[in-house]
C-alpha cells in the first residue's frame, strides 16, 4: 500500500500532468511556506503532527547552505514539544527541508529523481528561495529518531541530512 503522502504526490503528478507547461514547478515558490494560505491539514505522522504558528514554545533556525549541510545537523526535542524550525537559505540555489523517517525520506528523494518538478506542499516541508527563509511549526508528540533532509535531486545524495532525536517526557 502507498502512504497517503505518496498518493497524495502521485495524484497531484497524475493531475498536473497535462497542465506541465505552465504548471509550477517544485522549485519556484517564494519565500518557503510564508505564502502558504491554504488550511493547515493536521495529520498524524509517526514524527508528530503540524501546529499552528501561535503554539510554538521555541525556535529552532536551520542554515542551509551550497555545501549541501545542515547547520545545526541534529536536533533534541522533548516529546510533546512544538518546535517553529526556521530554514533560513544562505545558498545561491533552492534548498528545502523535509522532516521523516529514514524510509519516507529516502523513498521520497527517489521519487524527486524521477519527477524533479513535482508540486508537493505538506506542513512538515518548506521550499526556500536563496537568501530566503520558510517555517516547519510542528508538535513532536512521539518518541523516537527521525530525521530531516533536502530531497532536491541530488542535494540529499550530497549529505544535506540531519537527524531529530524525541525523546520521551518522562526521561
Known amino acids: 500500500m502507498i502512504p497517503t503522502q505518496h498518493r497524495r504526490q ?20 517564494p519565500h518557503g511556506h ?28 536551520i542554515l542551509m547552505t551550497d555545501d549541501m549541510r545542515f547547520s545545526p545537523a541534529h536536533i533534541d526535542v522533548r516529546e510533546g514539544e512544538t518546535l517553529r524550525l526556521r530554514a533560513v537559505n ?8 523535509v522532516i521523516g523517517t529514514r524510509q519516507e525520506l529516502e ?9 524533479p518538478n513535482m508540486e508537493h506542499d505538506e506542513p512538515y516541508m518548506a521550499h526556500v528561495e536563496p537568501g530566503q527563509r520558510g517555517d516547519i511549526v510542528w508538535t513532536f508528540n512521539r518518541p523516537g529518531d527521525f530525521e530531516f533532509a533536502c530531497l532536491i535531486p541530488g542535494h540529499f545524495e550530497a549529505g544535506m541530512r540531519g537527524t531529530i532525536r524525541v525523546r520521551p517526557r518522562n526521561s
Open 10 to 29: 502521485l495524484l497531484t503528478l497524475a493531475l498536473l500532468s497535462p497542465l506541465a507547461p505552465w504548471a509550477q514547478a517544485h522549485g519556484s515558490r
Open 34 to 61: 510564508q505564502g502558504h494560505h491554504a488550511p493547515l491539514v493536521k495529520e498524524q505522522k509517526p514524527w508528530g503532527i503540524a501546529a499552528e504558528p501561535r503554539e510554538a514554545r521555541r525556535t529552532i533556525e
Open 90 to 97: 544562505r545558498g545561491q540555489v533552492m534548498h528545502e527541508i
Open 107 to 115: 523513498e521520497h528523494a527517489e521519487m524527486m529523481k524521477k519527477h
